[in-house]
T-cell receptor, first 112, second 112 residues
Framework: NAGVTQTPKFQVLKTGQSMTLQCAQD?????MSWYRQDPGMGLRLIHY???????DQGEVPNGYNVSRSTTEDFPLRLLSAAPSQTSVYFC???????????FGEGSRLTVL | DAKTTQPPSMDCAEGRAANLPCNHS???????VYWYRQIHSQGPQYIIH???NNETNEMASLIITEDRKSSTLILPHATLRDTAVYYC?????????????FGKGTSLLVTP
C-alpha cells in the first residue's frame, strides 16, 4: 500500500516556466488537497477536492490550477512560476468517515 | 473553522509525559479537535482527534475540557523521536469538505 505519492520530490524552475506536481493515492479516498509550507510557517491550503470533477480554492490559490478527473489523481499546476512560489508542497487525502488525513512526503520546489 | 492558540515551543525530558496545551475558545458544537505532528520536514502525521470525550490511542491521549474551549495532547512517555512540531486544529468533522487550517504549532523538543 503506497498511500499518497508525490512526484517529483525536488524541482528547480526558472521564473515564468510552468510545471505540474503530481499526486496519486491508492486508498480510494474521496478528499484530496494541496498545501504549501514556507520556512518557519505552518501549512497553508492551496486547493482541495471533495471528489472527482469537484475542486475548490483554499487560502492561497493564486498562481495554481488543479483538476480532478479521477479519484486517484490530483495534480497541481503552476501556470507561470514565480520566486514567491518557492516552497515545499504537500498533497493529502482523506477517506470517508475517517477524519484522518494522509500526507505525501512533499515536493520541494525552487523558482529562480 | 475556529482558530487555535498554542505555545510556540516546549521542552520535555525523555521518558516523561509531554503535555501540549491548545486553546480553542471559539469552537463550535460541531467542530472536532484534531492533532497532527510534523517531524523535521516530513509530511504531517495524524495523531488523534475528538469531539467532547477524552480519547486515547496507541500514540497519545487527548483531554478536552468540559466547556470544550481548550484541550491537551498527552504523550505519556516521550522519546527523542517525538521531537516535532505539533499542530492543534479544529474542524467541522470528517469529510466535511473543509480542509485543515494549520497554524504554526508547538515545537516540542525532547531532551535526553
Amino acid at each position: 500500500n503506497a498511500g499518497v505519492t508525490q512526484t517529483p520530490k525536488f524541482q528547480v524552475l526558472k521564473t515564468g516556466q510552468s510545471m505540474t506536481l503530481q499526486c496519486a493515492q491508492d486508498m480510494n479516498h474521496e478528499y484530496m488537497s494541496w498545501y504549501r509550507q514556507d520556512p518557519g510557517m505552518g501549512l497553508r491550503l492551496i486547493h482541495y477536492s471533495v471528489g472527482a470533477g469537484i475542486t475548490d480554492q483554499g487560502e492561497v490559490p493564486n498562481g495554481y490550477n488543479v483538476s480532478r478527473s479521477t479519484t486517484e489523481d490530483f495534480p497541481l499546476r503552476l501556470l507561470s512560476a514565480a520566486p514567491s512560489q518557492t516552497s515545499v508542497y504537500f498533497c493529502a487525502s482523506e477517506g470517508i468517515g475517517a477524519g484522518e488525513l494522509f500526507f505525501g512526503e512533499g515536493s520541494r520546489l525552487t523558482v529562480l | 473553522d475556529a482558530k487555535t492558540t498554542q505555545p510556540p515551543s516546549m521542552d520535555c525530558a525523555e521518558g516523561r509525559a509531554a503535555n501540549l496545551p491548545c486553546n480553542h475558545s471559539t469552537i463550535s458544537g460541531n467542530e472536532y479537535v484534531y492533532w497532527y505532528r510534523q517531524i523535521h520536514s516530513q509530511g504531517p502525521q495524524y495523531i488523534i482527534h475528538g469531539l467532547k470525550n477524552n480519547e486515547t490511542n496507541e500514540m497519545a491521549s487527548l483531554i478536552i475540557t468540559e466547556d470544550r474551549k481548550s484541550s491537551t495532547l498527552i504523550l505519556p512517555h516521550a522519546t527523542l523521536r517525538d521531537t516535532a512540531v505539533y499542530y492543534c486544529i479544529v474542524r467541522v468533522g470528517a469529510n466535511s469538505g473543509y480542509a485543515l487550517n494549520f497554524g504554526k504549532g508547538t515545537s516540542l523538543l525532547v531532551t535526553p
